[in-house]
């Protein structure tokens, strides 16, 4: 499988994922306010598409360089982790939250997230 490459941009944001024979890799950073939501819901919806069209077995969130992220990018999220299950069984991929251990918001909202698909998501500090 060749590397499907996607981006996503606005203001202070930036996201990249990469499609490879190892999965799905997704690094984000800067700050995701309500004013990146509409881009990064594309961006979301754009990486479970590539990774159910590659049969990717995970995909891994790198989310260390987030300086922030509103509660309703956050709703974005579990919105993919809402699509995720809607998969049949054997489509479905796990999804890995790296998070930075010494940032508050992060351990407490990524741990939330992984609550919601405790099969599916996973947090990594």
């Not at 306010?33 to 479970?48: K, T």
């Not at 990717?56 to 992220?69: C, H, K, Q, S, W």
């Not at 992060?106 to 998501?121: I, T, Y």
């Amino acid at each position: 499988m060749a590397d499907d490459v996607l981006t996503a941009s606005a203001f202070d944001f930036n996201a990249n994922a990469s499609c490879g024979e190892d999965g799905m890799n997704v690094k984000m950073v800067g700050t995701a306010d309500m004013a990146v939501r509409p881009v990064l819901d594309d961006f979301f919806a754009r990486i479970h598409a590539s990774a159910v069209s590659h049969h990717v077995r995970e995909t891994i969130l790198d989310l260390r360089g987030l300086a922030f992220m509103s509660s309703s990018c956050l709703m974005g999220v579990a919105f993919w982790i809402s699509k995720i299950q809607e998969l049949p069984t054997l489509d479905r991929y796990q999804l890995i939250l790296v998070s930075n251990p010494e940032v508050p918001w992060q351990r407490r909202s990524f741990n939330a997230l992984s609550r919601l698909a405790s099969d599916l998501v996973s947090v990594r500090l």
